[in-house]
Structure formats: C-alpha cells, structure tokens
C-alpha cells in the first residue's frame, strides 16, 4: 500500500471541485449537491439510475469509464462521489453491504499468516467474518479493548498488518481514542480502519483523526430509511482505492445501482436527521437514567459514560442517534420489554426514521461465546435503542409503558408467558 494521501485530480471529480468550491464547504452542502451534476441531454436533478449491466464500447478494447456493472456504475460512482466529500477524500468505493466492506478490506490488507486486532467491543457479524470465514484462510485476529490504547500495542505482533476498532461499539458504546490508536499504528505503519457506521461523519471524521480507512455500513445512518442494504470504504490513499476497486471487481462485491441511489437520496438529509436523531437520544438518554427497572444506561453523551470526555472532543454535532441501556431484571426482564413495545419496533438495524430495539444476546451479538459476552459488557439484560424520527415523546411513552410490563414481568417470573397471560399476572 502506497504510504502517500494523494490521489490523481483529474479523477477525482467533485473532491476537488468541493475542495475549491466555497458553496461545498459546509457538511450539509456537500450531503446534498456532492455527488455532482448530471450530464445528460436531459440534466436531471436527481442522477439517474444506470440500470445497465454493460456498457457499448466503440470498437473491441476502447472502453469508456464504464465498462460492466460489477466493476463501476455512473450511479454506483455518484453515491461515490457524494460519500468521499463527507470526508474530504476520493470517491469511496461502495460494496453490497457492510459485511462486504469489510471483508474488501481484510482481503486488501491481510494473507494467509497474516494478524489483525479487532476491538473486542464490536458487531457480531465482524466477529464472526474474522473467526468462521478469514481463520480457515490463516488469518489470525486479536480481539482487544481499543479503549485501553496500550492492549492495542501490546497485541502488535510482526504479522499484524490491519488494526480495525469500532466507535461508539456496537452494542456497549465504549469510545475508542482514535488519534491516539492512530499514532500507534503509524509508529508501527499497520493500516487502521475505523468502523464509523454508528455516527458517520457527521459526528466524527476518522480520516482528520489519522485513521487510513473509514468503514461504514450505509445500510443504517447514511441511508436513513432501512431501504437497502449496503457498505462504503472512504480512504485517501490512492493505492488502496485502487487495491479495493480491484478486489471487489473480482469478488464481485459492488452495490446494485437501485440501492445506491436509494442510498444517495437518503444521505442527501444526513445532517438534518442525525441532528434530530442525536437530540432524541440524548433526551431519551437522560430519562432512562434513573427510571426504575434500568440498571444503567451507555450514552457517550452522557455525563457517567466512562468515555464521555473522549467522546467531547471526538465527536462534533453530538453523538448520535443510539442508546443501549440494561434491564433489571436480566434477559427474562428485557424479553419482556421488548415484547411489550407498541411503537417501536423490535428488530435487527438502526439508524432510519423508524425506532428500533435489538436484544444483543438473542440477536446481533448470538455468535459470540457467552464467557465473552459478558467480558465485554454485553449482558443478558442490555438492549439497544436506535432512536427514531417519531416524536420524543411518543418513543418515551412507549418506553415507559414496556418498562412497567418488563418489571412486572420479571417480578412474576412471566417473560416466558403469551401476553395475555402477563397481564392477568401483573393485574
Ligand atoms: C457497526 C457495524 N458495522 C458493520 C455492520 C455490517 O453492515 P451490513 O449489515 O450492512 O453488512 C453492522 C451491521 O449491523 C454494524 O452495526
């Protein structure tokens, strides 16, 4: 990997115009007018959708810029453009889902024999990309508390050639010091990647913080309305750009046009959204702090999050739209929380309008080893809420509502009971 930031400008489209352009400046400029402009006879506001899996060539081998769909879309490439100048970098290169993305990124840093520490505080999904699928190729990882910078030196072995910590985790919402694991790994020349879906970089900007790689599962905040499935990697190194284009052109990994410029056109309000999402869940944050039944609740916004100082300085614009709180009464009490919701939803995902709820345990972190689980912080009573764009209030009487049920619930031993009964037991 070439160890420059610099990137060709004549490809760079609308980077350098954004660079150069005074109007382009502000986040929420760029989150609107970034991808560019269209260029047909008929110049469309929205980009089109290129839904087209080849593209003519004037005669055998003069190809245009595009050639097939699985290498480069024109509307794959505007949702490019658009997600590079949130960070002030190329056009990233944007993969079906997440997961995909993040597996581009092992396979363009790591072989077989090769190391990689991961935060052990992390989506279940990564976990188990680098323990079922990356193992049996030979690649060993350590999963380590990126809180603690120094257990990231310290798992630094001569094979290591991918640093990738998570922040705010996924589901604790530890803060991991992403300068300070930045310099460590530059001091090392280790690649480090920052999973940078749960505040995008509306709220924190990995790249200014000397991270190589932002990862981001569009799929949540960046698209914004649980409509597609999708990943992005923004880097400014060239090489690796051009490493990963190449990669995902042969595993066949990118994201179908439809969903990007579904994606596009939801990212285009990013920064409206996150702010109202950011000001629910601080609001929401501070009224489950001391509701009976809630054991504690993780917030970086919140003044006893262990990380809440970090997160001041890291973060800008708040710190986003998820909060995770544990439940007194252990699994039985949270089952029957989240049995009990009636506006919102219990399902796996965050990050759109709608208010979710994951139980950690029984959904996204169910792969991981139990003993494990509970090192981390993630127990049997923890869920987490991805607050919505309904009304505060609403979510917070529904809330309250499923907290009552819950407590009564687990006061009676009732979890395991249908509704109905529940109710006949709690009165
Ligand atoms: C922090 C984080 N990273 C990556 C992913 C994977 O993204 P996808 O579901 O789009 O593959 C998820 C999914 O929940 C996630 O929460």
Redesign the pocket.
């Known amino acids: 990997m070439s160890e420059s930031s610099s990137f060709p400008e004549g490809r760079i489209g609308l980077h350098a115009a954004a660079r150069q352009s005074p109007e382009l400046q502000s986040f929420q400029t760029r989150a609107v007018r970034g991808w560019g402009r269209a260029d047909s006879r008929a110049p469309s506001l929205l980009p089109p959708i290129v839904q087209s899996a080849t593209f003519a060539q004037a005669a055998p081998g003069e190809s245009a810029e595009h050639t097939y769909s699985r290498a480069s879309n024109p509307t794959v490439a505007a949702l490019e453009t658009a997600l590079g100048a949130l960070e002030d970098a190329p056009p990233a290169v944007a993969f079906a ?4 993305a ?1 597996h581009a990124l092992a396979l363009a840093t790591l072989a077989g024999g090769d190391h990689a520490i991961v935060s052990r505080a ?2 279940g ?2 976990v188990r990309l680098f323990r079922q699928v990356l193992a049996p190729f030979g690649v060993s990882a350590s999963f380590v508390d990126a809180t603690d910078v120094r257990a990231i030196g310290s798992a630094i072995t001569p094979r290591t050639r991918l640093i990738l910590v ?1 922040t705010p985790a ?1 589901p604790t919402l530890d803060v991991v010091d992403v300068a300070a694991v930045a310099r460590l790994a530059a001091a090392a020349r280790i690649p480090l990647a920052v ?1 940078n ?2 505040l995008t970089a509306f709220h924190q900007r990995p790249l200014d913080l000397g991270a190589t790689v932002s ?1 981001l ?4 905040w960046i698209d914004g309305h649980h409509a597609t ?3 992005a990697l923004v880097a400014r190194d060239a090489a690796l750009l051009e490493r990963l284009r190449f990669l995902r052109k042969s595993v066949g990994s990118i994201q179908a046009p439809f969903d990007a410029w579904l994606t596009l056109q939801g990212s285009k309000t990013l920064a409206t959204r996150l702010e109202r999402h950011a000001a629910s869940a601080l609001e929401i944050a501070r009224w489950l702090d001391g509701q009976a039944g809630v054991a504690r609740v993780l917030y970086p916004g919140l003044r006893t999050h262990a990380g809440h100082e970090l997160a001041r300085r890291q973060h800008r614009n708040g710190h986003g739209g998820l909060v995770s709180f544990e439940l007194e009464g252990g699994r039985d009490a949270a089952i029957a929380f989240a049995r009990r919701l009636e506006l919102v939803t219990v399902a ?3 990050g759109g309008a709608e208010s979710l709820l994951t139980h950690p345990v029984t959904m ?1 972190h169910g792969d991981v080893p139990p003993a494990e689980r509970r090192a981390i912080g993630i127990t049997d009573g923890l869920v987490r809420l991805s607050v919505g764009l309904e009304g505060v209030d609403d979510i917070r009487r529904d809330l309250a509502q499923a907290l009552d049920a819950s407590r009564c619930a687990a006061s009676a031993g009732a979890a395991a009971l249908p509704v109905a009964a529940e109710e006949v037991a709690c009165g």
């Open positions: 889902s997440g997961l995909a993040t992390c989506y999904g990564t998570e996924n999973d879906t749960f990862l599962s569009t799929t949540k499935i999708g990943g796996e995902s965050l996204t």
